[in-house]
């Protein structure tokens, strides 16, 4: 078990799970003053160890706190965002909505988009980009978030039209070069936080991010890139209900949720390529986050069970690859307390993401089963298999919505030393 209370006041926020993940002064003051090319002189064992032990170097300052609920000052970085994103999902309904400040720009990034398995409704090409009125806060384009209270309830609004897409994302029109055809849409939902926030690598398990960090190319460029301002955040698991309007069909939504909060410089070719993953199968949700550099690989998350939130111990991932498409199906298989977790994602709906020319993001609600079914053992090593077999009618399953990007520029040329 986690700890986690969802009715905490501890004053100083949500208490961490875990210790920090990032390597502290101490590692970086061996890798100074060791030669170049520390992962030559340190065998991974020894890694391993350096990291378990700066993993408890974070300051309680970085927990989430009710005050990181508000705008974020702009530090004059001019990558700077800061980004509140809701995911939810229901059966045959997926809903995800975005605000990203671009202070540097002058902007914001606004998405919303509904997913069925028949049509999607977004935004014109997806996402829209609005300069200017950088002072309206998290309403923007029809779009409001506002923080009833903070880490514990959300309101999200919408108002205007939304672009009808087929299941593949391409926009519907009536004739070849005719406009796109578009819906009025109108969502009234409220989040209702149902635990308290998750840091992406600092709640995830310890174990597994020493051993990760034991495993990577640990040499001064890594070292430099971990310590440079990263972006911080949090997500929070809960529930999404209102009602959702497209033209005259008026239906109630009440789904799983994920509340996503970030800020801090964004690249998003940063990662050659990445995957986020929220998933819901009967009374279990799960959220895993995958990431791959040239130097290291990340990876972690948590299975929320009815008994509590635990955080992933292991992680193995299989992916049925299409060439410029999402995934037909990603399998999972979890180590976590509480017993293995094997999971299969089917994409039934996709919608394709250019991210500012260095990252292509695909966006997929996807239908869960149990891979191979309930009984079957996990083992993240070697990750669950990929069938495509008819399913059982009656079979359980459920829903969720997996996010996978990739770096689009070519790596720049290591220099010689």
Same mark, same amino acid.
């Given at each position: 078990?986690s700890?986690?209370?969802s009715?905490?006041e501890?004053?100083?926020?949500?208490?961490p799970?875990?210790?920090h993940?990032e390597p502290?002064?101490a590692a970086?003051?061996?890798?100074?003053s060791?030669?170049?090319?520390l992962?030559?002189?340190?065998?991974?064992?020894v890694?391993?160890?350096?990291?378990?032990?700066?993993?408890?170097?974070?300051?309680a300052s970085?927990?989430?706190?009710?005050?990181?609920e508000?705008r974020?000052?702009?530090?004059?970085?001019?990558h700077?965002?800061?980004?509140f994103?809701?995911?939810?999902?229901?059966?045959?309904?997926?809903?995800l909505?975005?605000?990203?400040?671009?202070?540097?720009?002058?902007a914001?990034?606004?998405w919303?988009t509904l997913?069925t398995? /028949?049509?999607?409704?977004?935004?014109?090409?997806?996402?829209?980009?609005?300069?200017?009125d950088?002072?309206?806060?998290?309403s923007?384009?029809?779009?409001?978030?506002d923080c009833?209270?903070?880490?514990?309830?959300?309101?999200?609004?919408?108002?205007?039209?939304?672009?009808?897409?087929?299941?593949?994302?391409?926009p519907?029109?009536?004739?070849g070069d005719?406009p796109?055809e578009?819906?009025?849409?109108?969502l009234?939902?409220?989040f209702?936080?149902?635990?308290l926030?998750?840091?992406?690598?600092t709640?995830?398990?310890p174990?597994?991010?020493a051993?990760?960090?034991?495993a990577a190319?640990w040499?001064?460029?890594l070292l430099r890139?971990v310590?440079?301002h990263?972006?911080?955040g949090y997500?929070?698991?809960?529930d999404?209900?209102g009602?959702i309007?497209l033209?005259?069909d008026?239906?109630a939504?009440?789904?799983?949720?994920?509340?996503?909060?970030?800020?801090?410089v964004?690249d998003?070719?940063?990662?050659?390529?990445a995957?986020q993953?929220?998933? /819901?199968l009967?009374?279990?949700?799960?959220?895993?986050?995958?990431?791959?550099?040239?130097?290291?690989?990340?990876?972690?998350?948590f299975?929320?069970r009815?008994?509590?939130?635990?955080?992933?111990r292991?992680?193995?991932?299989?992916?049925?690859?299409?060439?410029?498409r999402?995934p037909?199906?990603?399998g999972l298989?979890?180590?976590?307390?509480?017993g293995?977790l094997?999971l299969?994602?089917e994409?039934?709906?996709?919608?394709?993401?250019?991210?500012?020319?260095?990252g292509h993001?695909?966006?997929?609600?996807?239908?869960?089963h149990?891979?191979?079914?309930?009984?079957?053992p996990?083992?993240?090593?070697d990750?669950?298999?990929?069938?495509?077999?008819v399913?059982?009618?009656?079979e359980?399953?459920?829903?969720?919505l997996?996010?996978?990007?990739?770096?689009?520029?070519?790596?720049?040329t290591?220099?010689?030393t």
């Open positions: 078990m700890g986690r209370d009715h905490s501890d004053s100083r926020g949500p208490r799970l875990h210790p993940v502290g002064p970086s003051e061996l890798a100074t060791a030669a170049p090319g992962s030559g002189l340190l065998r991974r064992g890694k391993a160890a350096i990291a378990r032990w700066a993993v408890l170097r974070r300051p970085e927990w989430p706190r009710p005050q990181d508000a974020h000052a702009w530090d004059g970085r001019p700077f965002a800061e980004e994103v809701f995911t939810a999902v229901q059966p045959e309904l997926g809903v909505a975005r605000l990203e400040w671009l202070p540097g720009r002058d914001h990034r606004v919303l997913f398995p /028949t049509a999607i409704y977004s935004l014109p090409g997806g996402q829209a980009l609005l300069r200017g950088g002072e309206r806060g998290w923007v384009g029809g779009l409001t978030f009833v209270e903070p880490l514990r309830t959300w309101t999200l609004r919408y108002r205007g039209a939304l672009h009808v897409h087929d299941p593949r994302g391409r519907l029109r009536p004739a005719a796109a578009s819906i009025e849409a109108r009234d939902l409220t209702l936080a149902g635990l926030p998750f840091v992406p690598g709640d995830d398990d174990d597994l991010v051993r990760q960090l034991g190319e040499d001064t460029r890139a310590r440079r990263p972006l911080r997500v929070q698991a809960g999404l209900h009602t309007t033209g005259g008026l239906r939504f009440g789904g799983a949720a994920l509340r996503v909060h970030n800020w801090g964004r998003w070719g940063a990662s050659d390529a995957m993953c929220f998933l /819901t009967g009374p279990l949700r799960t959220f895993v986050h995958t990431a791959r550099f040239p130097w290291v690989n990340l990876s972690g998350g299975v929320q009815p008994g509590g939130v635990v955080p992933i292991d992680l193995g991932v299989t992916q049925e690859r299409r060439p410029g999402a037909a199906r990603t298989a979890v180590e976590a307390p509480g293995p094997a299969e994602a994409t039934v709906a996709e919608l394709p993401l250019d991210m500012d020319g260095r993001l695909d966006i997929a609600l996807v239908r869960v149990a891979a191979g079914g309930s009984e079957r996990a083992r993240a090593s990750g669950p298999r990929l069938v495509g077999a399913r059982p009618p009656d359980p399953q459920g829903w969720g997996c996010f996978t990007q990739h770096r689009l520029l070519p790596r720049p290591p220099r010689s």
